[in-house]
């Protein structure tokens, strides 16, 4: 992590700065587990900006390829990762409103003087991720397995029956 992934959030949204980096699948360190090696370098870029409602925002958006594994075959299976957040910067969480009264549902960060923007990046991957991803059937490494193993249709003997009317 360098220094210039550590902002002082309230400052960087006040003069509307941006900031763009790229990063590698072995800087992830919480989501390194969930993806494969064939992932690629993920960009992304931080704006900040005071909006018209006087708030101070930060925009993050974090675009690549990632690879997880697939959960039939367990193959890499490539997903493209087009995240786009936006968060209202506030003092403290007294000041983020009940659930109920955000009907636009905001996403809310608190503000920080040391911001790890990588933090902050990881954790917009992660709630990307799919919890259980699986290819297409058609895609899939174990397609002939799991037409091997299905069941019978039950009804298919019910074909076989005629009625007959009187």
């Known amino acids: 992590m360098t220094a210039q992934h550590i902002i002082n959030s309230l400052e960087f949204a006040r003069k509307s700065l941006e900031i763009r980096d790229t990063i ?3 800087d992830l360190q919480r989501a390194k587990d969930l993806l494969k090696q064939e992932t690629e370098s993920l960009n992304w870029r931080l704006t900040g900006e005071i909006g018209l409602d006087k708030k101070a925002r930060l925009h993050l958006i974090v675009t690549g390829n990632v690879a997880v594994p697939c959960q039939r075959c367990l193959e890499p299976m490539m ?3 087009d995240i786009k957040s ?6 403290d969480e007294s000041e983020i409103p009940p659930e109920e009264d955000d009907v636009e549902d905001h996403d809310y960060l608190i503000a920080e003087a ?12 992660l709630l990307a991720l799919p919890y259980a991803p699986k290819h297409e059937i058609n895609d899939c490494a174990v397609k ?12 298919a003997v019910l074909r076989d029956f005629k009625v007959v009317k009187s």
């Open 24 to 26: 590698a699948h072995s």
């Open 79 to 81: 997903m493209a990762l």
């Open 86 to 91: 936006e968060f209202i910067l506030v003092n």
């Open 114 to 125: 040391e911001m790890d923007l990588l933090q902050l990046v990881e954790d917009e991957i």
């Open 144 to 155: 002939a397995e799991v037409n091997e193993l299905k069941a019978p249709n039950p009804f």
